[in-house]
């Protein structure tokens, strides 16, 4: 599935990723392939990518979470998220 995360200053990520776990109001939810469509605010809190890696304009955005081989956090102040059809779009401020 592919994700992109923006920034009102930039492009942060666009990719394909296994899936995604985002700071929802209730708590973090994940989205994986062949989720229902979805549109949810974001709050304070880390998007973590499940990806075996973050490509190169990206990497300097990204924490490679120490325990983990393919999840990478970027932080984020708040945001919304729309998902349908494989495809997400995230748009934050950080």
């Not at 985002?22 to 998007?47: C, E, R, T, W, Y």
């Not at 393919?70 to 779009?89: D, L, M």
Request: aromatic share 10%; glycine share 6%; hydrophobic share 40%.
């Amino acid at each position: 599935m592919n994700i992109k995360i923006l920034t009102p200053e930039t492009v942060v990520f666009d990719g394909e990723v296994d899936s995604v776990l985002l700071p929802g109001k209730n708590g973090d939810f994940q989205i994986m392939k062949d989720h229902a469509a979805i549109v949810s605010s974001l709050v304070n809190g880390k998007v973590k990518l499940f990806t075996s890696t973050v490509a190169e304009p990206y990497a300097k955005f990204f924490n490679k979470e120490h325990d983990k081989n393919s999840v990478y956090s970027f932080e984020v102040k708040s945001g919304v998220i729309e998902f349908n059809h494989n495809k997400g779009i995230v748009l934050c401020e950080r």
